[in-house]
Nanobody, 126 residues
Framework: QVQLVESGGGLVQTGASLRLSCEAS????????MGWFRQAPGKEREFVAA????????GYADFVKGRFSISRDNAKFTVYLQMNSLKPEDSAVYYC???????????????????WGQGTQVTVSS
């Protein structure tokens, strides 16, 4: 059974840092591009960052460029999202997702991801 399990969320103050982790099932992780998305109350789910299965290419939403960094450890079947200089508008449930299509590059489209985690809450107080 494919599983994606996020961790690392929490309540922090403006300007703080958090590192989210997402551990995936072995049969999925090594051949999947991985993405992070977020959803705030009353808003649609939006793309945050993604990394290709090889780890060579990464992409970010404009609103997190320079603050967030995505990485993966293929030996641990884990993808990370390092979040620095957090702002109240970053508050949301953060989801990781796996795209098992085998494409070389990542995708920003949520509809193209095959598996999703349950989400982890990030709350940034002002």
């Amino acid at each position: 059974q494919v599983q994606l399990v996020e961790s690392g969320g929490g309540l922090v103050q403006t300007g703080a840092s958090l590192r989210l982790s997402c551990e995936a099932s072995e049969q999925v992780f090594s051949t999947s591009a991985m993405g992070w998305f977020r959803q705030a109350p009353g808003k649609e789910r939006e793309f945050v960052a993604a990394i290709s299965w090889s780890g060579v290419t990464t992409g970010y939403a404009d609103f997190v460029k320079g603050r967030f960094s995505i990485s993966r450890d293929n030996a641990k079947f884990t993808v990370y999202l390092q979040m620095n200089s957090l702002k109240p508008e970053d508050s949301a449930v953060y989801y990781c997702a796996a795209d098992q299509s085998g494409n070389y590059y990542y995708t920003r489209e949520a509809s193209e991801y095959h598996y999703w985690g349950q989400g982890t809450q990030v709350t940034v107080s002002s």
